[in-house]
């Protein structure tokens, strides 16, 4: 079961990455078919669009595909500059400034698209956080309201009924060793009381008819 498992992560990873790739060369295709359809972009103009698959591979593709559409390009500017481009230094300076920008869009498309990703992660983490944060602020005042409303009137009554026992104890004369469970009994009552005296269940806004 794990073997047939990691076969198909495999598939879908070699699916991925072709469909990548196939991305790159069918934008240069496209951009080619193109050239040759529409006159004058061609042997007139054979450097004009090349650049534009470069940034579609790259955007949707990644550096890989981005980087295969650069190669391409000098390809496709050779073949639309015909055999005397090795002969007319004015073609030949061209395609190396049109693959420099090709190399040039890769590396900003990529970094566009990275930071994007990023700013994405980082707006799913903040959302995330405050997800948490109201969680846990809900669960603080839900721990608050049930201290304020279940929880401190018995321990106050605690506290009084142990100390006025104490003092029955003592008033009477009596000083033995059942005093001082009960003295332990109204210490700890008092010292929490006194931790708690200013916790506060969470007020609730009231709702307007206007809101």
Excluded: N, Q
Aim: proline share 5%; no cysteine; charged share 25%.
């Amino acid at each position: 079961m794990r073997a047939y498992h990691r076969t198909r992560v495999r598939g879908d990873e070699l699916v991925a990455v072709a469909r990548r790739y196939g991305t790159a060369i069918l934008a240069v295709a496209i951009t080619v078919t193109l050239k040759l359809a529409i006159d004058g972009l061609g042997t007139d103009h054979p450097f004009v669009l090349l650049p534009v698959p470069v940034a579609i591979a790259a955007w949707y593709g990644g550096r890989g595909p981005g980087l295969l559409a650069a190669a391409l390009v000098p390809v496709a500017g050779a073949f639309f500059a015909g055999p005397g481009l090795p002969h007319d230094s004015g073609d030949l300076v061209a395609l190396a400034v049109v693959t420099v920008e090709a190399g040039v869009i890769v590396a900003i498309t990529v970094g566009l698209r990275d930071a994007l990703r990023r700013a994405e992660a980082s707006r799913i983490a903040a959302d995330d956080a405050r997800r948490e944060l109201r969680f846990a602020v809900a669960v603080r005042d839900e721990v608050l309201k049930m201290w304020t409303e279940k929880v401190r009137g018995p321990l106050a009554r605690l506290e009084a009924t142990a100390t006025e026992a104490l003092r029955t104890l003592e008033r009477d004369g009596y000083t033995g060793s059942a005093t001082r469970p009960i003295r332990s009994i109204v210490d700890d009552a008092g010292l929490l009381s006194r931790v708690t005296a200013s916790w506060r269940a969470p007020e609730r806004p009231e709702r307007t008819d206007d809101a």
